[in-house]
């Protein structure tokens, strides 16, 4: 199996696994309270809103909860925009990306929403999708090396065998 093959199938027990992690965390996790019965419908549609708010009441809030709402919405789309382009040349296009994270964000979002584990928040959907467009940005940043690196180690085998 050539390296393209192996990085190919271990992006795809990698983006597997990922997105069991992501479900997990996102409708059945505890610790996040997603598993309460009896809540009322919450959302938020403001722009804004709730990162503003998770800001200027960080010091009575604690920085783990800024952290985890605003950074961590951000950091669990990373893997997302990252894989994607990997496993398939239709997603090696930024807007692609772009679109596709934002509408499984959107969707993470409702199903939130109808089985009332967690919340609506377009702040969430916003966050998330910075991730998603990070992810591609990395992968884009990783495959300009990798192809560099290759692009040298060619060199030096031709310059050796003259």
């Known amino acids: 199996m050539n390296t393209y093959k192996k990085r190919k199938l271990y992006s795809f027990i990698l983006f597997y696994l990922y997105m069991i992690a992501l479900c997990y965390f996102l409708f059945f996790a505890e610790f996040f309270g997603r598993v309460e019965t009896g809540r009322e419908y919450h959302y938020n549609l403001q722009l804004f809103k709730e990162i503003s708010r998770f800001y200027h009441y960080r010091h009575v809030l604690g920085i783990r909860a800024f952290l985890l709402n605003v950074v961590g919405n951000i950091v669990v789309f990373i893997p997302f925009g990252y ?17 596709l994270t934002f509408t499984t964000s959107l969707v993470v979002e409702v199903t939130q929403l109808i089985f009332k584990v967690g919340s609506f928040d377009v702040d969430d959907i916003l966050l998330n999708t910075v991730g998603g467009i990070l992810g591609y940005i990395i992968y884009r940043i990783h495959r300009s090396w990798f192809r560099r690196q290759l692009k040298r180690k060619r060199e030096k085998r031709c310059s050796e065998k003259e």
């Open 83 to 99: 894989f994607l382009p990997i496993m398939t040349i239709r997603c090696q296009k930024g807007l692609f990306i772009t679109i």
